[in-house]
């Protein structure tokens, strides 16, 4: 079982960063993926999360109409898309796959967003 997120890196504020989560080794189509992220010295976040069949999504109040989550069950991808990055959202972000019985995480991908 295997998650990997990808895509970050350094943004200036107003900006975008367009990160990827690709899974492997469980029936991907079976699980709502989630996304959330750690700043320093902070707890971690959700930020928003795709339901199994793609069909509903879920935003965090502060990202909201920002970040767009997506998924393709073909590829085994989920992707954040985010728009108008602020400096509060520099953080180490992370996917995770929540099914009925069992979750996986994956490895984060940090975002840095300069002011």
């Known amino acids: 079982v295997q998650l990997q997120a990808s895509g970050g890196g350094l943004a200036q504020t107003g900006g975008s960063l367009r990160l990827s989560c690709v899974a492997s080794?469980?029936?991907?189509?079976?699980?709502?993926i989630g996304w959330f992220r750690q700043a320093p010295g902070k707890e971690r976040e959700f930020v928003g999360a795709?339901?199994?069949?793609?069909?509903?999504?879920y935003y965090e109040g502060s990202v909201k109409g920002r970040f767009t989550i997506s998924r393709d069950s073909a590829k085994n991808t989920v992707d954040l898309q985010m728009n108008s990055l602020k400096p509060e959202d520099t953080a180490v972000y992370y996917c995770?796959?929540?099914?009925?019985?069992?979750?996986?995480w994956g490895q984060g991908t940090q975002v840095t967003v300069s002011s």
């Open positions: 995770n796959a929540a099914g009925n019985i069992r979750s996986y």
């Open positions: 080794g469980f029936t991907f189509s079976s699980y709502a």
């Open positions: 795709i339901a199994w069949n793609g069909g509903s999504t």
